[in-house]
């Protein structure tokens, strides 16, 4: 380590010097506030190096008097909030010339970066940076592009705050893990205002509404300015990570408290004086603060990574098919899905089968008493993680409860599809929704599979990053993905190189989910359903699918929205056995055995067609017919998850995702979700086992070898980092919040079970 | 801690929305502080507001939720809708723009809260009227064709902004009394509070030692 106020001039200098700084910033008094200006210009100064580009004149650009054709709207923006900075020296004060260096400064960042633009918390993060840097526009800005570019994730400020509402559900993962006992005393508040009938629970999660703000503003409007500063020189030095650790550091301190309030109204009252006393500054000391946010846990924060690349695939983006079951009756309410927090917490519960999903068995409530390492050691412990492979085969409740809750959705699925098919004049092509299979009983060999020599489970989600979201195929039904071109081309790419099963070698590092053939005993018509989905593209599809259909929905009535769904579902009387099998690289649709489909989905004309065999069919003009169902449908939209060891010759489906709208949407282009051949093949080498009594499919050689979760290891990823942040670019996200309560009830029936 | 029985009977949870910059902080702040906050700093994210108020002679705390106007926000804003009592739905009537986005806050309100959410249109800066951008009778008319509740207000001067605040929870007290809200249900953004609280480790499993104060 060298020390010194700037680095030196050497290959391997500013990481030494960085490396140096590190240290300084963590100790007692940190980095001395002289210094501070110097530390935080040498390292953006870094960046802007490593960017390799002409700076002056990006700065003549950014600063430049004349207006660019974009500044209008940014400006008005920019001016709206300048009086509006809140709790820095910038504020209050008529000082004319101050917003104006303010203003000067955000508009250079919104034309450095349009795409972030202007966000408003920004005055405030830059009114702090002037602040520091004495001032000088051109130094704020350029940490401004170090700080928001480079140290804080991608999206904390712009598509839709994807990543800032990642960070949010993250979040509230490590609270569970750090302070158990907070975090269930929230969730106990959270969910007793929960709505009787339906279970379904109102409250978002109690900490989103300061975490959201914290993090936006990197905490300069809740903590008083000598801790913020030092805060800002542990994120620059060490990361985004920081966020999190201080935020885990407030909630310590405040926890005490926090315990005693009886309801969530209370505690949002008790969290207003907090929050005001926490700003005057009296209720922290500086260096025991800074002391809590490092000894919190070791760096980097375990599983912090795993965390975050799950929620950034699994976040549910806010829907309104909770919409359309308005519209059904009282009779059928409770089967039906009555609210979007339930399908969120299915989801949370499927993901709590996963190892390495929550946290530490101890209770330790107060961080203080977790030093530094007691976390790392606890996971990285090779004995660690046997109780998670233990629970994982204990969790036959679990499962069943799974179970339960796909026969409910099968149920709803039959109601509405029987409900459609009554409402709807019958048109030629529509007979298609007219459900064969009678009773509910249809899904029931999801688990007689585990006969011993029935089928083999093919896991393909090992790390705790699992994303689960899917569309299920319902009863006779197929859904077709909308998919992006680029997204398509690279299915493509890939489906001609990997059949589905020697796929399943490349999918066991990711998570994926997988699943299911199960064949009908009490109907003529048996059905087997596969489904297989790597949670990834899948999410980020959908992601982006919804994004557009919630911009469009946003202006127009729903009923017409509902006509732009554009979501298929074929059903097909005639055949004795449906696989439907989509998966992130290749999406398919397979009727019977031997039969394939190629479903073509056109934004205007949308043509499905199923060759069964020799025949061909093709449905059109389905979209009236079909999109009120489908968005209806929701419940029926499905995701399945395999696990392993009780079931290991099973497979199994859970939980049921409404991605209805997801699937709405195309991107402006057609585009063909085609099956290669290889895959056609592996296809019905799999189904071939189905026939019609209840054996499950399929063995797998990838399976056996993929049993052993090694959940630290880092989930597979279809894309390279810089394809996945350009689609992330490209679209907004509308973000749902977990309310992920039941992960830690259902870990705690896990415990027990293990210990027992 | 207050763990005696509340002295109110009911908690009336409100949201308002409305484009940035319309004045939502400051209605939210003038209602519950009774002052005008000329330089109120905007809202990142959601920020919440109480006040008692009493109505046929019952006290209700309005738990009011305010929220960012920027568009970025809305994903982040729409889970707070949920189960809302109320909605003040915001616009200046000095912006026509932020008029004409009120259809589609409107799609919002609607598609997220329950049938039964009062919507409220209020007007807000009716003190600029030199600057007026949208008419009265206008409004009036988007808002009766919506079925709206529609007042103008000016959170500078606190002109008939209690009236909003109020008319929103006689309304909703008024559905409570017919019985088209139905109390138990948690959409409904009604609690109706017991004489003592619940305590709340009745239920909750031992709770944890470290984090217990009491």
Same mark, same amino acid.
């Given at each position: 380590?060298?020390?010194?106020?700037?680095?030196?001039?050497?290959?391997?200098?500013?990481?030494?010097?960085?490396?140096? @700084?590190?240290?300084?910033?963590?100790?007692?008094?940190?980095?001395?506030?002289?210094?501070?200006?110097?530390?935080?210009?040498?390292?953006?100064?870094?960046?802007?190096?490593?960017?390799?580009?002409?700076?002056?004149?990006?700065?003549?650009?950014?600063?430049?008097?004349?207006?660019?054709?974009?500044?209008?709207?940014?400006?008005?923006?920019?001016?709206?909030?300048?009086?509006?900075?809140?709790?820095?020296?910038?504020?209050?004060?008529?000082?004319?010339?101050?917003?104006?260096?303010?203003?000067?400064?955000?508009?250079?960042?919104?034309?450095?970066?349009?795409?972030?633009?202007?966000?408003?918390?920004?005055?405030?993060?830059?009114?702090?940076?002037?602040?520091?840097?004495?001032?000088?526009?051109?130094?704020?800005?350029?940490?401004?592009?170090?700080?928001?570019?480079?140290?804080?994730?991608?999206?904390?400020?712009?598509?839709?705050?994807?990543?800032?509402?990642?960070?949010?559900?993250?979040?509230?993962?490590?609270?569970?893990?750090?302070?158990?006992?907070?975090?269930?005393?929230?969730?106990?508040?959270?969910?007793?205002?929960?709505?009787?009938?339906?279970?379904?629970?109102?409250?978002?999660?109690?900490?989103?509404?300061?975490?959201?703000?914290?993090? =936006?503003?990197?905490?300069?409007?809740?903590?008083?300015?000598?801790?913020?500063?030092?805060?800002?020189?542990?994120?620059?030095?060490?990361?985004?990570?920081?966020?999190?650790?201080?935020?885990?550091?407030?909630?310590?301190?405040?926890?005490?408290?926090?315990?005693?309030?009886?309801?969530?109204? $209370?505690?949002?009252?008790?969290?207003?004086? =907090?929050?005001?006393?926490?700003?005057?500054?009296?209720?922290?000391?500086?260096?025991?603060?800074?002391?809590?946010?490092?000894?919190?846990?070791?760096?980097?924060?375990?599983?912090?990574?795993?965390?975050?690349?799950?929620?950034?695939?699994?976040?549910?983006?806010?829907?309104?098919?909770?919409?359309?079951?308005?519209?059904?009756?009282?009779?059928?309410?409770?089967?039906?899905?009555?609210?979007?927090?339930?399908?969120?917490?299915?989801?949370?519960?499927?993901?709590?089968?996963?190892?390495? @999903?929550?946290?530490?068995?101890?209770?330790?409530?107060?961080?203080?008493?977790?030093?530094?390492?007691?976390?790392?050691?606890?996971?990285?412990?090779?004995?660690?993680?046997?109780?998670?492979?233990?629970?994982?085969?204990?969790?036959?409740?679990?499962?069943?409860?799974?179970?339960?809750?796909?026969?409910?959705?099968?149920?709803?699925?039959?109601?509405?599809?029987?409900?459609?098919?009554?409402?709807?004049?019958?048109?030629?092509?529509?007979?298609?929704?007219?459900?064969?299979?009678?009773?509910?009983?249809?899904?029931?060999?999801?688990?007689?599979?585990?006969?011993?020599?029935?089928?083999?489970?093919?896991?393909?989600?090992?790390?705790?990053?699992?994303?689960?979201?899917?569309?299920?195929?319902?009863?006779?039904?197929?859904?077709?993905?909308?998919?992006?071109?680029?997204?398509?081309?690279?299915?493509?790419?890939?489906?001609?190189?990997?059949?589905?099963?020697?796929?399943?070698?490349?999918?066991?590092?990711?998570?994926?989910?997988?699943?299911?053939?199960?064949?009908?005993?009490?109907?003529?018509?048996?059905?087997?359903?596969?489904?297989?989905?790597?949670?990834?593209?899948?999410?980020? $599809?959908?992601?982006?699918?919804?994004?557009?259909?919630?911009?469009?929905?946003?202006?127009?009535?729903?009923?017409?929205?509902?006509?732009?769904?554009?979501?298929?579902?074929?059903?097909?009387?005639?055949?004795?056995?449906?696989?439907?099998?989509?998966?992130?690289?290749?999406?398919?649709?397979?009727?019977?055995?031997?039969?394939?489909?190629?479903? $073509?989905?056109?934004?205007?004309?949308?043509?499905?067609?199923?060759?069964?065999?020799?025949?061909?069919?093709?449905?059109?003009?389905?979209?009236?017919?079909?999109?009120?169902?489908?968005?209806?449908?929701?419940?029926?939209?499905?995701?399945?998850?395999?696990?392993?060891?009780?079931?290991?010759?099973?497979?199994?489906?859970?939980?049921?995702?409404?991605?209805?709208?997801?699937?709405?949407?195309?991107?402006?282009?057609?585009?063909?979700?085609?099956?290669?051949?290889?895959?056609?093949?592996?296809?019905?080498?799999?189904?071939?086992?189905?026939?019609?009594?209840?054996?499950?499919?399929?063995?797998?050689?990838?399976?056996?070898?993929?049993?052993?979760?090694?959940?630290?290891?880092?989930?597979?990823?279809?894309?390279?980092?810089?394809?996945?942040?350009?689609?992330?670019?490209?679209?907004?996200?509308?973000?749902?919040?977990?309310?992920?309560?039941?992960?830690?009830?259902?870990?705690?029936?896990?415990?027990?079970?293990?210990?027992? | 801690?207050?763990?005696?029985?509340?002295?109110?009977?009911?908690?009336?949870?409100?949201?308002?929305?409305?484009?940035?910059?319309?004045?939502?902080?400051?209605? +939210?702040?003038?209602?519950?502080?009774?002052?005008?906050?000329?330089?109120?700093?905007?809202?990142?994210?959601?920020?919440?507001?109480?006040?008692? /108020?009493?109505?046929?002679?019952?006290?209700?705390? +309005?738990?009011?939720?305010?929220?960012?106007?920027?568009?970025?926000?809305?994903?982040?804003?729409?889970?707070?809708?949920?189960?809302?009592?109320?909605?003040?739905?915001?616009?200046?009537?000095?912006?026509?723009?932020?008029?004409?986005?009120?259809?589609?806050?409107?799609?919002?309100?609607?598609?997220?809260?329950?049938?039964?959410?009062? /919507?409220?249109?209020?007007?807000?800066?009716?003190?600029?009227?030199?600057?007026?951008?949208?008419?009265?009778?206008?409004?009036?008319?988007?808002?009766?064709?919506?079925?709206?509740?529609? +007042?103008?207000?000016?959170?500078?001067?606190?002109?008939?902004?209690?009236?909003?605040?109020?008319?929103?929870?006689?309304?909703?007290?008024?559905?409570?009394?017919?019985?088209?809200?139905?109390?138990?249900?948690?959409?409904?953004?009604?609690?109706?509070?017991?004489?003592?609280?619940?305590?709340?480790?009745?239920?909750?499993?031992?709770?944890?030692?470290?984090?217990?104060?009491?």
């Amino acid at each position: 380590m060298r020390f010194s106020i700037e680095p030196l001039q050497s290959d391997n200098a500013f990481d030494q010097w960085k490396d140096a @700084m590190k240290a300084v910033a963590r100790l007692p008094m940190g980095i001395p506030g002289d210094f501070r200006k110097k530390v935080w210009l040498s390292l953006a100064d870094n960046h802007i190096k490593d960017l390799r580009i002409d700076w002056e004149k990006t700065v003549r650009f950014a600063f430049n008097e004349k207006s660019n054709p974009d500044d209008n709207k940014l400006g008005l923006q920019i001016v709206k909030d300048l009086h509006r900075t809140g709790c820095t020296s910038f504020s209050g004060h008529d000082n004319e010339e101050d917003r104006a260096v303010l203003k000067r400064v955000l508009l250079a960042y919104a034309r450095w970066n349009k795409r972030v633009g202007y966000c408003q918390g920004f005055n405030i993060i830059a009114a702090l940076l002037l602040d520091v840097m004495d001032r000088k526009e051109d130094d704020a800005l350029k940490v401004m592009v170090y700080l928001i570019d480079h140290v804080l994730p991608e999206s904390y400020f712009a598509n839709n705050l994807r990543a800032l509402s990642v960070d949010m559900a993250v979040f509230r993962d490590l609270l569970r893990m750090t302070l158990p006992g907070l975090a269930k005393h929230l969730d106990y508040l959270q969910h007793a205002a929960q709505d009787q009938t339906t279970g379904a629970c109102y409250e978002p999660p109690l900490t989103n509404v300061f975490t959201m703000q914290w993090f =936006l503003t990197l905490f300069a409007t809740c903590l008083p300015k000598n801790i913020v500063l030092r805060v800002m020189d542990s994120i620059l030095l060490e990361g985004s990570e920081i966020l999190l650790r201080t935020a885990l550091t407030i909630w310590g301190k405040l926890a005490r408290r926090i315990m005693n309030v009886p309801s969530a109204d $209370e505690f949002y009252t008790l969290m207003g004086d =907090l929050s005001a006393e926490m700003m005057q500054g009296n209720l922290f000391n500086v260096d025991s603060f800074i002391k809590s946010i490092y000894s919190i846990a070791p760096f980097p924060f375990p599983n912090l990574i795993d965390l975050r690349e799950k929620y950034t695939y699994n976040i549910r983006p806010f829907t309104n098919t909770a919409n359309g079951n308005k519209k059904q009756s009282r009779a059928t309410k409770n089967v039906l899905y009555s609210d979007d927090d339930e399908l969120d917490e299915d989801d949370i519960e499927a993901i709590s089968c996963f190892p390495g @999903m929550e946290g530490q068995s101890g209770t330790e409530a107060d961080i203080s008493s977790v030093g530094p390492g007691a976390f790392g050691a606890s996971v990285d412990s090779q004995g660690h993680r046997i109780p998670y492979m233990e629970r994982m085969s204990t969790d036959i409740h679990a499962l069943k409860k799974q179970y339960e809750t796909l026969r409910l959705r099968q149920r709803q699925a039959h109601i509405i599809i029987a409900g459609a098919s009554v409402r709807k004049t019958p048109k030629p092509k529509a007979v298609v929704f007219v459900p064969k299979i009678e009773t509910p009983t249809a899904m029931n060999h999801l688990f007689i599979g585990k006969l011993p020599s029935g089928g083999k489970n093919r896991i393909i989600a090992d790390g705790p990053t699992i994303a689960p979201i899917s569309t299920r195929s319902s009863l006779l039904s197929k859904q077709v993905y909308a998919v992006t071109k680029a997204e398509n081309r690279h299915r493509r790419d890939s489906s001609r190189n990997n059949s589905v099963n020697s796929n399943s070698d490349t999918l066991s590092s990711a998570a994926s989910v997988e699943t299911v053939q199960d064949t009908s005993k009490t109907d003529n018509s048996p059905i087997s359903e596969k489904v297989e989905e790597s949670s990834k593209t899948t999410e980020s $599809e959908t992601s982006q699918c919804i994004t557009k259909d919630e911009n469009s929905l946003s202006n127009t009535e729903t009923k017409k929205d509902w006509s732009t769904v554009s979501l298929h579902t074929v059903g097909l009387d005639n055949s004795d056995s449906d696989s439907v099998k989509s998966e992130d690289e290749v999406r398919s649709c397979s009727v019977d055995t031997n039969e394939e489909s190629t479903a $073509e989905h056109k934004p205007t004309e949308e043509v499905i067609k199923i060759n069964s065999g020799d025949r061909s069919k093709s449905y059109k003009d389905l979209r009236s017919n079909q999109s009120e169902m489908a968005l209806e449908n929701g419940g029926a939209n499905g995701l399945i998850l395999s696990s392993d060891v009780p079931y290991r010759k099973s497979k199994h489906t859970m939980m049921l995702q409404s991605y209805t709208r997801s699937v709405n949407m195309v991107e402006g282009d057609s585009y063909v979700t085609k099956y290669s051949h290889s895959s056609n093949n592996s296809t019905r080498k799999n189904s071939s086992h189905v026939p019609s009594t209840s054996q499950h499919p399929t063995p797998d050689s990838g399976s056996d070898t993929s049993l052993s979760p090694s959940y630290k290891s880092k989930p597979f990823n279809p894309f390279p980092t810089k394809h996945i942040n350009q689609n992330r670019a490209k679209t907004g996200l509308k973000l749902g919040l977990y309310s992920a309560s039941t992960l830690s009830q259902l870990d705690n029936k896990f415990k027990k079970k293990t210990l027992s | 801690m207050a763990a005696g029985p509340y002295n109110y009977s009911y908690i009336f949870k409100y949201i308002i929305i409305g484009d940035m910059g319309v004045g939502k902080s400051c209605l +939210l702040h003038q209602f519950t502080e009774k002052k005008f906050m000329a330089d109120c700093p905007h809202t990142i994210g959601v920020e919440f507001g109480t006040r008692i /108020i009493e109505v046929a002679g019952q006290k209700i705390k +309005l738990q009011i939720w305010d929220t960012a106007g920027q568009e970025r926000f809305r994903a982040v804003t729409r889970s707070y809708y949920r189960g809302a009592a109320g909605a003040l739905m915001v616009y200046d009537i000095t912006r026509r723009s932020t008029y004409n986005h009120l259809s589609s806050w409107l799609t919002d309100a609607r598609n997220l809260t329950n049938p039964n959410t009062v /919507i409220f249109l209020i007007g807000n800066k009716c003190d600029l009227d030199a600057q007026r951008d949208v008419t009265f009778e206008e409004a009036k008319q988007f808002a009766d064709e919506n079925g709206l509740m529609f +007042l103008e207000c000016s959170a500078k001067t606190g002109e008939n902004v209690e009236d909003a605040f109020l008319d929103t929870a006689k309304k909703i007290y008024q559905n409570i009394q017919d019985g088209s809200l139905d109390l138990n249900a948690a959409e409904s953004g009604v609690q109706h509070k017991p004489a003592t609280p619940r305590n709340p480790l009745n239920t909750d499993q031992t709770p944890n030692k470290e984090g217990c104060a009491c």
